[in-house]
DNA sequence: CGGGGTAAGTTGACAGCGTCAGCTTAAAGG
DNA sequence: CCTTTAAGCTGACGCTGTCAACTTACCCCG
């Protein structure tokens, strides 16, 4: 093997751990399964991380930078629905295709240290909500306020939605019927958020 | 020992269990430690429950149904805040004093069977929420709108909110400025949901 | 053109985890 | 008093993340 050439390697094991982690969740992901699939030994990833949570954290910039990349491709569909409207939906969906990855990003573990690289990706996610909030407002879809913390509100709102939705707990014993679909839940949200209705 | 009362044993296990961890966080939480705590072995909780995780759900309900009493005792108060805001920060505050606790509920791990101790727990929470949207509406502080879907998106809004904070994702990057505390974040989006501003 | 130097990759080992099997023990009932 | 029953204990297993020591293959410099 080359001392020179350690990115593909690296990258396969990325690639490796994101496989498996869509399609056995969490408890799938274990070094031994990565290196396996990576076609390298169980201790492989310690040359190219420090810790199994530095892998997860690679992951987890990539997934989320491919987040904000949906929340703005969705906005810019022409569907029925508003603007914000569409672009939630994206979140909510790109979260709903793919839980694991999405629970990785904002689920329970804290992240100890973000990296510059999940920084830059965090941002321009946040990015992409305040964009929609300010269209919105400028379409009178939302009511004034500083938009930066609509955004976060708005995320929240999303978050919210996404985590409680992949995690069960809004079909959980009788929070919603069976008939109240999460998108429902969506376009409520958003016309409670909606300005003096002119009637 | 006697094979008659086993349920001290039982209770002394659960609540070995809620002080670890809410002292040093769900991976303090083993087996062997909570057997240490209660004075017992490390495989007596299989006595008691199938599962750690039949353990764990023991202690969800507990905390799940002390959730409700402090939402309903917050909104009682008589702060300089509206009903409403004080009943949302009734579940703020208790969420961010036991953070281990609220993500055992909450949490990323999705609860495979309820039991009926969990779903009564549940339902009173929803409950709670309920006739904080219902008095909000009678109030005007909330506009129009079905109860019980509007208390969902309630919950969503203040789990969001709860979560992000506790797993640290709220202070992240740069998405909430130093200054902007959680309780800002949450009177903005009332604020936000409050009908048709006069004037 | 050949021998270090360097870093990627491998294997062996360790402690800690949840969990099960088999044993011990103590209390209750006939 | 002796049998029954269930609580509790110990030993063991496979799994995990992680580290240390070793091997190997390539690059650079003399």
């Known amino acids: 093997m080359s001392p020179r050439d350690a990115a593909p390697t690296r990258a396969a094991i990325v690639a490796a751990a994101g496989a498996l982690l869509e ?29 199994k949570a530095e892998l997860l954290r690679a992951l987890a910039a990539k997934t989320l930078s491919e987040l904000a990349v949906r929340i703005r491709r ?7 629905r508003s603007r914000l409207h569409r672009g939630c939906g994206g979140y909510l969906s790109y979260a709903l295709a793919q839980p694991h990855h999405y629970l990785l ?3 329970d573990a804290p ?17 992409a909500l305040r964009e929609l909030v300010e269209r919105a407002q400028a379409d009178g879809e939302l009511g004034a306020g500083p938009p930066r913390e609509l955004a976060t509100v708005l995320w929240v709102l999303l978050h919210g939605l996404a985590q ?4 069960g ?10 008939n109240t679909r ?8 958003l016309a409670a958020l909606r300005p003096a209705q002119p009637q």
Chains 1, 2 share one sequence.
């Open 23 to 51: 399609a056995g969740g969490p408890e799938a992901v274990t070094l031994r399964s990565v290196g396996a699939a990576a076609d390298v030994s169980r201790s492989a990833p310690y040359r190219h991380f420090a810790d």
């Open 74 to 80: 969705a906005a810019e569909g022409d569907s029925h």
């Open 105 to 107: 990003i904002f689920g």
């Open 111 to 127: 992240i100890a240290e973000p990296g510059p690289e999940l920084e830059v990706a965090a941002d321009d996610g946040m990015l």
């Open 164 to 167: 409680l939705q992949i995690t």
């Open 169 to 178: 707990h809004l079909h959980e014993p009788r929070t919603v019927d069976g």
């Open 182 to 189: 999460l998108d429902d839940l969506l376009a409520l949200a």
